[in-house]
Protein backbone atom coordinates (compact mmCIF):
# COMPACT_ATOMS: atom_id res chain seq x y z
CA UNK A 1 0.00 0.00 0.00
CA UNK A 2 1.28 3.37 -1.06
CA UNK A 3 2.06 5.73 1.83
CA UNK A 4 1.40 9.38 1.58
CA UNK A 5 1.85 12.34 3.97
CA UNK A 6 -0.86 14.99 3.72
CA UNK A 7 0.79 18.23 5.75
CA UNK A 8 -2.10 20.90 6.46
CA UNK A 9 -2.72 22.93 9.48
CA UNK A 10 -6.43 22.68 8.87
CA UNK A 11 -7.91 19.94 9.84
CA UNK A 12 -11.26 19.72 7.67
CA UNK A 13 -8.78 19.59 4.42
CA UNK A 14 -6.85 16.60 6.28
CA UNK A 15 -10.15 15.02 6.96
CA UNK A 16 -11.99 15.45 3.61
CA UNK A 17 -8.18 14.20 1.46
CA UNK A 18 -7.34 11.90 3.98
CA UNK A 19 -10.82 9.95 3.97
CA UNK A 20 -10.53 10.73 0.14
CA UNK A 21 -7.35 8.58 -0.37
CA UNK A 22 -7.71 6.35 1.81
CA UNK A 23 -10.95 5.46 0.23
CA UNK A 24 -8.57 4.58 -3.15
CA UNK A 25 -6.21 1.95 -0.82
CA UNK A 26 -3.86 4.71 -0.07
CA UNK A 27 -2.07 4.98 3.80
CA UNK A 28 -2.19 8.07 4.50
CA UNK A 29 -0.52 9.87 7.48
CA UNK A 30 -2.28 13.37 8.14
CA UNK A 31 -0.49 15.76 10.27
CA UNK A 32 -1.56 19.35 11.50
CA UNK A 33 2.32 20.58 12.84
CA UNK A 34 4.76 21.33 10.47
CA UNK A 35 7.50 20.77 13.11
CA UNK A 36 6.28 17.14 13.66
CA UNK A 37 6.80 16.58 9.96
CA UNK A 38 10.31 17.76 10.00
CA UNK A 39 11.10 15.52 12.98
CA UNK A 40 9.49 12.64 10.51
CA UNK A 41 11.28 13.59 7.92
CA UNK A 42 14.79 13.91 10.17
CA UNK A 43 14.03 10.17 11.53
CA UNK A 44 13.64 9.02 7.20
CA UNK A 45 10.56 7.77 8.26
CA UNK A 46 9.76 6.50 3.71
CA UNK A 47 6.56 8.33 2.30
CA UNK A 48 5.63 7.77 -1.44
CA UNK A 49 4.51 11.36 -1.71
CA UNK A 50 4.68 14.16 0.62
CA UNK A 51 1.18 16.09 -0.12
CA UNK A 52 1.93 19.90 1.90
CA UNK A 53 -0.34 23.39 2.64
CA UNK A 54 2.37 25.98 1.90
CA UNK A 55 0.65 28.55 4.19
CA UNK A 56 1.56 27.44 7.53
CA UNK A 57 3.19 28.32 10.86
CA UNK A 58 5.66 27.78 12.28
CA UNK A 59 7.16 25.84 9.19
CA UNK A 60 5.55 27.02 5.90
CA UNK A 61 5.34 24.22 3.02
CA UNK A 62 8.41 25.66 1.01
CA UNK A 63 10.47 25.05 3.66
CA UNK A 64 9.28 21.85 4.22
CA UNK A 65 9.71 21.12 0.80
CA UNK A 66 13.27 22.30 1.16
CA UNK A 67 13.98 20.17 4.05
CA UNK A 68 12.51 17.09 2.14
CA UNK A 69 14.38 17.80 -0.79
CA UNK A 70 17.97 17.40 1.29
CA UNK A 71 16.51 14.75 3.10
CA UNK A 72 14.82 11.99 1.08
CA UNK A 73 15.34 13.46 -2.68
CA UNK A 74 13.31 11.00 -4.55
CA UNK A 75 10.77 11.83 -2.63
CA UNK A 76 7.56 13.48 -4.98
CA UNK A 77 6.10 16.85 -3.07
CA UNK A 78 2.89 18.08 -4.06
CA UNK A 79 2.09 21.62 -2.98
CA UNK A 80 -1.56 23.09 -1.94
CA UNK A 81 -2.45 26.45 -1.62
CA UNK A 82 -5.18 28.85 -1.20
CA UNK A 83 -3.18 31.62 -1.36
CA UNK A 84 -0.66 30.58 -4.04
CA UNK A 85 0.66 33.28 -6.95
CA UNK A 86 2.49 32.66 -9.81
CA UNK A 87 5.46 33.66 -8.13
CA UNK A 88 5.27 31.13 -5.71
CA UNK A 89 4.38 28.02 -7.77
CA UNK A 90 7.54 29.14 -9.89
CA UNK A 91 9.41 29.05 -6.61
CA UNK A 92 8.21 25.76 -5.53
CA UNK A 93 8.60 24.57 -9.13
CA UNK A 94 12.44 25.68 -9.03
CA UNK A 95 12.90 23.93 -5.72
CA UNK A 96 11.91 20.95 -6.81
CA UNK A 97 7.94 20.72 -6.45
CA UNK A 98 6.53 18.33 -8.26
CA UNK A 99 3.21 20.06 -9.01
CA UNK A 100 0.98 22.80 -6.83
CA UNK A 101 -2.36 22.93 -6.75
CA UNK A 102 -4.55 26.13 -5.85
CA UNK A 103 -7.48 25.43 -3.75
CA UNK A 104 -10.03 24.81 -3.81
CA UNK A 105 -9.67 21.36 -6.35
CA UNK A 106 -11.68 18.42 -6.80
CA UNK A 107 -9.84 15.78 -5.03
CA UNK A 108 -9.74 13.90 -8.36
CA UNK A 109 -6.96 16.37 -9.18
CA UNK A 110 -5.35 15.80 -6.20
CA UNK A 111 -5.56 11.64 -6.99
CA UNK A 112 -4.25 12.24 -10.25
CA UNK A 113 -1.21 14.34 -9.27
CA UNK A 114 -0.53 11.69 -6.76
CA UNK A 115 -0.60 8.91 -9.65
CA UNK A 116 1.59 10.90 -12.32
CA UNK A 117 4.16 11.64 -9.18
CA UNK A 118 4.63 8.21 -7.85
CA UNK A 119 4.39 7.21 -12.04
CA UNK A 120 7.37 9.14 -12.31
CA UNK A 121 8.97 8.27 -9.52
CA UNK A 122 8.61 4.74 -10.26
CA UNK A 123 10.03 5.46 -13.99
CA UNK A 124 13.29 6.83 -12.43
CA UNK A 125 13.81 4.48 -10.59
CA UNK A 126 15.20 0.98 -12.07
CA UNK A 127 16.84 -2.10 -10.10
CA UNK A 128 19.53 -1.82 -13.36
CA UNK A 129 22.36 0.48 -11.81
CA UNK A 130 23.25 1.38 -15.30
CA UNK A 131 20.50 3.75 -16.54
CA UNK A 132 21.57 3.77 -19.81
CA UNK A 133 21.42 0.12 -20.03
CA UNK A 134 17.51 0.80 -20.78
CA UNK A 135 17.56 2.74 -23.36
CA UNK A 136 19.49 0.34 -25.22
CA UNK A 137 17.52 -2.26 -24.63
CA UNK A 138 14.35 -0.29 -25.98
CA UNK A 139 12.25 -1.43 -23.05
CA UNK A 140 10.98 0.97 -20.49
CA UNK A 141 10.42 0.67 -16.44
CA UNK A 142 7.02 -0.85 -15.85
CA UNK A 143 5.06 0.17 -12.81
CA UNK A 144 5.66 -1.63 -9.78
CA UNK A 145 1.94 -1.35 -9.13
CA UNK A 146 -1.31 -1.63 -11.06
CA UNK A 147 -2.68 1.78 -11.94
CA UNK A 148 -5.24 2.91 -9.94
CA UNK A 149 -8.92 2.56 -11.37
CA UNK A 150 -10.54 5.57 -12.42
CA UNK A 151 -13.18 7.38 -9.74
CA UNK A 152 -16.62 6.66 -11.01
CA UNK A 153 -18.39 8.51 -9.37
CA UNK A 154 -18.24 11.96 -7.07
CA UNK A 155 -20.70 10.67 -4.64
CA UNK A 156 -18.22 8.85 -2.37
CA UNK A 157 -16.64 12.28 -1.29
CA UNK A 158 -19.86 14.06 -1.00
CA UNK A 159 -21.17 11.22 0.94
CA UNK A 160 -17.94 11.21 3.37
CA UNK A 161 -18.04 14.83 3.61
CA UNK A 162 -21.83 15.47 4.61
CA UNK A 163 -22.05 12.33 7.18
CA UNK A 164 -18.74 12.42 8.89
CA UNK A 165 -18.87 10.26 11.76
CA UNK A 166 -17.39 7.47 13.80
CA UNK A 167 -18.37 4.43 11.14
CA UNK A 168 -17.06 6.18 8.53
CA UNK A 169 -13.84 4.23 8.72
CA UNK A 170 -15.89 0.93 8.23
CA UNK A 171 -17.72 2.15 5.74
CA UNK A 172 -16.50 1.52 2.75
CA UNK A 173 -18.30 1.11 -0.12
Same mark, same amino acid.
Given at each position: *?????????????????????? &?? @?????????? #????? *??? &???????????? #? *???? @? $????????????????????? =?? =?????? !? %????? $??? !?????????????????????????? %??????????? &? +? =???? %??? %???????? +?????????? @?? $??? *??????
Amino acid at each position: *MRKILLVDDETIILYVLSSYLK &SW @NYEVITEPDS #RKVIE *MLE &SRKRFDVMVSDI #R *MHPV @N $GIELLKISKQLIPDMPVILIT =GF =GSHDIF !K %QAETL $GAY !KCLAKPFEPETLLKTIEEALTTKEST %QTDDPDPSSEE &S +S =GTTP %QAK %QDPIPKLE +SKSKITTRVE @NP $GPS *MKDNKE
